[in-house]
């Protein structure tokens, strides 16, 4: 049995890992700044914000982990490298087995495709999170290399599936069961990628369970798929006819359409330039295949049917559907 801290167990990653941890018999503590969780008391809980070290090393005071997850990043703040440092710093002990840091596809620039040893965004990249991302995964290496901290990196493309706080998958869901049109960027042949949360959080677990010197990185990705497919997928899934409506993208934005925030078009963040990463390591060397996108996405659609959710407001993209 491990003592295991995850940082951020209450979200999209964390509840497949916490399950996972509880049924092989660990002894869980999830860290996050708001009281209670959905797990009751087959968890403990700590207090704090991980974005301030003193507060993470106050809330552990003496408490020894074998294994940490690290799933939180501050999207309203950010979280730097030397924010998350702080944190390594007050988890390390001799005994630590692994330290598990969740970094994302966003470390490599737009293009690919990308093997995990490809070069990464420099400093000067405008993309702010792929450039935290990155220096965070720098500067943990270089704390495995000097100070031996037991590391390995995941870096997840787009997660779905249940309690995601993104509307991403539910923004489809929403469309397509209430049988409306969708709005597609261009010709729809920009290409996404796709990991189930219970993907990452298994990848974390094989991860966690390495016994290796070396600081390892596996990139968690599905096979590129269109914005066309990803919608035909989702219609699969709902078992109804998609309504694709192609609008130029200029024309989306000068009505007043957002990739990053709302009035969303296609989705939280979905329409940006593709960043293409291979996925053979995490098979080769943890042996995990990843879920089939349809397949992951018929378990998220279960849960989003059985959840009360508001109706969207769509008023936005009536007006544009109706100038067309």
């Keep these: 049995m491990s003592d295991a801290l995850i940082i951020g167990g209450t979200s999209l990653i964390g509840p497949p890992l916490v399950e996972a941890l509880l ?27 991980r974005n301030d070290g003193d ?18 990043y501050d999207w309203q703040r950010g979280t ?40 990464l965004r420099p400093p ?23 100070h031996g901290l037991p590391v390995s990196t995941t870096r997840p493309a787009f997660v779905y599936g249940p309690h995601n706080p993104f509307p991403r998958e ?24 796709w990991v189930a949360a219970s ?7 094989r991860a966690a369970a390495r016994r290796t010197d070396e600081a390892e990185t596996f990139n968690l990705a599905g096979a590129p798929v269109t914005q066309n497919d990803f919608i035909q997928t989702l219609a699969r899934v709902v078992g109804v006819e998609a309504d694709i409506v192609h609008i130029p993208r200029a024309r989306i934005e000068a009505a007043g359409g957002h990739v990053m925030k709302p009035p969303f078009y296609f989705g939280a963040y979905l329409d940006i330039p593709p960043i293409t990463a291979l996925g053979d390591r995490v098979e080769r060397v943890l042996g995990l295949e990843l879920r089939s996108l349809e397949d992951g996405m018929r378990e998220t659609f279960a849960w989003y049917t059985s959840a009360d959710r508001p109706t969207p407001d769509t008023s936005w993209e009536d007006k544009l559907l109706s100038s067309l």
């Design 23 to 49: 049924a092989r018999g660990d002894r869980v503590t999830v860290m996050h700044r708001t009281p209670g969780t959905p797990f009751g008391d087959r968890v403990e809980e700590v207090l704090a914000d």
């Design 55 to 72: 507060a993470v090393r106050t809330a552990v005071r003496d408490r020894h982990f074998d294994l940490v997850f690290d799933n939180v």
């Design 80 to 119: 730097t490298a030397e924010q998350v440092l702080r944190t390594t710093d007050a988890l390390m002990h001799e005994d630590l087995q692994r330290y598990v840091f969740i970094s994302s596809v966003a470390v490599y620039p737009e293009g690919g495709p990308f093997d995990e040893d490809a070069e």
């Design 124 to 146: 000067s990249d405008p993309n702010v999170y792929g450039v935290h991302k990155t220096e965070t995964e720098h500067a943990l290496v270089e704390r495995a290399r000097t």
């Design 170 to 193: 539910s923004f489809f869901f929403d469309r397509l069961m209430a049988r409306r049109p969708i709005i597609v960027p261009e010709d729809g042949e920009r290409t996404m990628q």
């Design 199 to 205: 993907d990452v959080a298994e990848a974390s677990l």
